[in-house]
């Protein structure tokens, strides 16, 4: 078989035997992936230190049901402004894990590894903002296919941007502040930024208000939870980040 080369962000891994690793990839023409590097912890010419953790590399490998096996990887940036600072770690750590559970392996997508680079990027370079990790996750649930119904209420077709809104369990939807007494309100300036964030292109452009920003968060996991099944184990670390 043909060994195939792409660009990828490392998303884990973990050290195998005395000499090898296992490491999970998020590719740019392949998408989720995850193979074992044979000697990784030796081979300095064909590994140099490319899969540290949220590393974006260049990667050969030999495509395979379960662990790929790969051949070679150079490293293009270790993001090292990320690595740095306990809560940017803290906030990427946050961004694979979430990936991890909204995509199936070996599905690609260009518009998500794009996303994704674009957000480590911004994080490399700018302060842990909760504003650009929520960027981060209703993008993320967009292109994916998941995109929450933020116009108008699923229940009397209020318009939430008007009203606000308020999670439902039962229903799994925001219903608009008529509809629903139960949970944290999110305003509609915060409805308004959340559907502001899928129509623009770039990190830092949204920001949301000291006041929104709980409401926000409540909603966000509430939703993700919803649509993962389970809650994510990164989400202790993060709710020590400011």
């Known amino acids: ?3 195939l080369t792409d ?27 995850s193979g074992i590097a044979r000697g990784a912890k030796k081979s300095v010419k064909r590994f140099g230190g490319a899969f540290e953790l949220f590393a974006r590399v260049t990667v050969n490998f030999l495509p395979a049901e379960n662990l ?6 150079e490293p293009i940036t270790i993001y090292q402004g990320i690595r740095k600072e306990l809560d940017k770690i803290s906030f990427a750590s946050y961004a694979v894990e979430l990936l991890a559970a909204l995509t199936p392996e070996r599905l ?41 119904p933020l ?19 039962s229903e799994r939807h925001l219903l608009c502040i008529f509809c629903t007494k139960k949970g944290e309100m999110i305003s509609p300036s915060g409805v308004s930024r959340l559907i502001t964030s899928m129509n623009t292109g770039r990190f830092g452009q949204v920001r949301f208000s000291d006041d929104d920003i709980g409401g926000i968060d409540r909603f966000m996991e509430s939703f993700i ?5 389970r809650a994510l184990k ?8 400011p």
């Open 7 to 33: 660009e990828a962000i490392v998303t884990g891994g973990m050290d195998y035997r005395d000499a090898d690793r296992i490491v999970h990839l998020y590719t740019r023409d392949h998408g989720r992936i």
């Open 68 to 73: 790929s096996s790969l051949k070679s990887a």
């Open 108 to 148: 690609p997508n260009k518009r998500v590894f794009r996303l994704l680079v674009a957000y480590l990027e911004h994080l490399d370079s700018f302060a842990a903002d909760p504003s650009d990790r929520h960027f981060f996750e209703i993008n993320l649930l967009n292109i994916l296919g998941y995109r929450p």
């Open 234 to 241: 990164s989400l202790a670390f993060l709710r020590l980040s």
């Open 1 to 3: 078989m043909k060994s």
């Open 151 to 169: 116009e108008s209420c699923p229940s009397c077709g209020a318009d939430l941007m008007v009203s606000g809104g308020r999670w439902s369990e």
């Open 225 to 229: 939870l919803a649509n993962t099944g």
